[in-house]
């Protein structure tokens, strides 16, 4: 089977927020039936793809994405 490289795993992070952001977060994700971490990936995600469409020097955009000239 093959494995993911190092930089594709996912590794245990933390973050620091009051408690009624906490549970907002909680509230989403229960909405959509995915976990906390799911939820913060996802919304990390959209936001970079919105404010960097073609990528940056570190990170390209996935083969087959449509990018802007």
Do not use: C
């Amino acid at each position: 089977m093959p494995t993911k490289d190092q930089s594709r795993r996912a590794k245990v992070r933390t973050f620091s927020a009051p408690d009624r952001d906490h549970e907002m977060l909680d509230a989403i994700a229960r909405y959509h039936g995915s976990s906390k971490s799911a939820m913060i990936a996802g919304l990390i995600r959209k936001e970079f793809w919105r404010v960097f469409p073609n990528g940056t020097e570190t990170i390209p955009p996935d083969e087959g994405a449509q990018v802007k000239p």
